[in-house]
Nanobody
Framework: VQLQASGGGLVQAGDSLRLSCAASTRTFGAYGMGWFRQAPGKEREFVAAYSRIGSVTRYSDSVKGRFTISRDNVKNTVYLQMNSLNPEDTAVYYC????????????????????WGQGTLVTVSS
């Protein structure tokens, strides 16, 4: 499975962005999907996840209420709508696919993901 992330860019604090991640698979619905980010000098951290069945989502505390993950199983794409961005959100954002995901269970641990996109840079200026 190949994942292609897009939508990053330079924005000001308070702005919004929507990231997209297109997957090259005909069985997209079988994967749990997630977004992670890595800021300069920091470890990769969980942002959001969407279960493969049941439309269950999970968010990190730092983005809860501001970010929304969604998926379109017809377009084989997962999205991350990011609102009220602040400079602490500056990072490279990665999408990931979990081939072993349990139904109704968003995957939050990076070690459980099997496929990763190349990352898209989001920079939020103050």
């Amino acid at each position: 499975v190949q994942l292609q992330a897009s939508g990053g860019g330079l924005v000001q604090a308070g702005d919004s962005l929507r990231l997209s991640c297109a997957a090259s698979t005909r069985t997209f619905g079988a994967y749990g999907m997630g977004w992670f980010r890595q800021a300069p000098g920091k470890e990769r951290e969980f942002v959001a996840a969407y279960s493969r069945i049941g439309s269950v989502t999970r968010y990190s505390d730092s983005v809860k209420g501001r970010f929304t993950i969604s998926r379109d199983n017809v377009k084989n794409t997962v999205y991350l709508q990011m609102n009220s961005l602040n400079p602490e959100d500056t990072a490279v954002y990665y999408c990931a696919a979990d081939a072993q995901a349990l139904p109704f269970t968003p995957t939050t641990a990076s070690r459980d993901y099997d496929y990763w996109g190349q990352g898209t840079l989001v920079t939020v200026s103050s």
